[in-house]
């Protein structure tokens, strides 16, 4: 929890062999039973929601506190999200139900983005599973990442669509740090706000990739000033540059502004 990440996530799907899973459940709620040990939220990633060993899970974490949120993975409907809202409103601690992110990595998934964004559920984040995505595809998964346009476009937009977060796909070569940066530059490109780590070693470059830079919010900065500017001799549109600038390229730089503050000091 001290490299800097904005979450951790408690993992009970991939990570845990089938007659672990009981036991993985109970140590990690005595690990949350105590006090945080950093800032990062801490999460909880359920196996799929409908199999046996997730609804075990839901089961078991539905009563209990300790934890920010809960990591959905293998989501294709937004059923499945009403399903779990739905059992922590009815748990002993009636009408708690936790953020959720549900993890988008199925051709099904992508085609229903909007669809699980807009859920009658706490979404708070949507996260890519490039990986799964690529290998029901039957495509390899490249560095130029063409094969994923059209799926980070869709999960892009539909968070935005309903103001919650996009959460770029795990980069799994472990070694190289200057091909990760370059993934987290594209998704950032698409409009993914942040991206999900397997290695400690990964957050210094993707913390810097997706924190606004200091470029970028003195460039923030002049144009809200600008705006304000013009605003305040009845003008709704004024020059900066060679840039035009008016309310959508405020909102953006109020965007950038707000980002950079939530990041200070981290």
Same mark, same amino acid.
């Given at each position: 929890?001290?490299?800097?990440?904005?979450?951790?996530?408690?993992?009970?799907?991939?990570?845990?062999?089938?007659?672990?899973?009981?036991?993985?459940?109970?140590?990690?709620?005595?690990?949350?039973?105590?006090?945080?040990?950093?800032?990062?939220?801490?999460?909880?990633?359920?196996?799929?929601?409908?199999?046996?060993?997730?609804?075990?899970?839901?089961?078991?974490?539905?009563?209990?506190?300790?934890?920010?949120?809960?990591?959905?993975?293998?989501?294709?409907?937004?059923?499945?999200?009403?399903?779990?809202?739905?059992?922590?409103?009815?748990?002993?601690?009636?009408?708690?139900?936790?953020?959720?992110?549900?993890?988008?990595?199925?051709?099904?998934?992508?085609?229903?983005?909007?669809?699980?964004?807009?859920?009658?559920?706490?979404?708070?984040?949507?996260?890519?599973?490039?990986?799964?995505?690529?290998?029901?595809?039957?495509?390899?998964?490249? /560095?130029?990442?063409?094969?994923?346009?059209? *799926? !980070?476009?869709?999960? @892009? =937009? %539909? &968070?935005?669509?309903? #103001?919650?977060?996009?959460?770029?796909?795990?980069?799994?070569?472990?070694?190289?740090?200057?091909?990760?940066?370059?993934?987290?530059?594209?998704?950032?490109?698409?409009?993914?706000?942040?991206?999900?780590?397997?290695?400690?070693?990964?957050?210094?470059?993707?913390?810097?990739?997706?924190?606004?830079?200091?470029?970028?919010?003195?460039?923030?900065?002049?144009?809200?000033?600008?705006?304000?500017?013009?605003?305040?001799?009845?003008?709704?549109?004024?020059?900066?540059?060679?840039?035009? /600038?008016?309310?959508?390229?405020?909102?953006? *730089? !109020?965007?950038?502004? @707000? =980002? %950079? &503050?939530?990041?200070? #000091?981290?």
């Amino acid at each position: 929890m001290s490299a800097g990440a904005d979450a951790v996530a408690f993992d009970l799907e991939d990570g845990v062999e089938a007659a672990q899973k009981e036991r993985a459940r109970a140590l990690i709620a005595g690990f949350l039973s105590g006090p945080a040990s950093s800032e990062a939220l801490r999460l909880v990633r359920f196996n799929p929601v409908g199999t046996p060993a997730g609804d075990g899970d839901l089961a078991f974490f539905r009563d209990l506190d300790g934890f920010d949120g809960i990591l959905l993975p293998k989501v294709e409907t937004p059923g499945t999200l009403e399903t779990v809202a739905r059992a922590f409103a009815s748990g002993r601690k009636a009408g708690r139900v936790p953020p959720l992110l549900p993890l988008l990595e199925s051709p099904r998934a992508i085609l229903h983005a909007a669809d699980i964004a807009a859920a009658a559920a706490p979404v708070a984040a949507l996260l890519f599973g490039a990986e799964d995505l690529t290998a029901r595809l039957g495509v390899p998964r490249t /560095v130029d990442g063409e094969e994923l346009v059209v *799926a !980070r476009g869709q999960i @892009a =937009l %539909a &968070a935005a669509a309903v #103001g919650a977060e996009a959460v770029d796909a795990v980069f799994t070569n472990l070694d190289d740090l200057a091909l990760l940066r370059r993934d987290c530059e594209r998704g950032r490109a698409f409009g993914f706000r942040g991206k999900m780590a397997i290695h400690p070693k990964q957050v210094a470059v993707i913390n810097e990739v997706f924190t606004p830079s200091d470029a970028d919010v003195e460039r923030a900065r002049r144009v809200v000033e600008a705006y304000e500017a013009a605003r305040a001799v009845g003008e709704g549109v004024t020059r900066m540059g060679d840039q035009m /600038v008016e309310l959508p390229i405020v909102e953006r *730089a !109020r965007r950038t502004l @707000a =980002l %950079a &503050a939530r990041y200070a #000091g981290r």
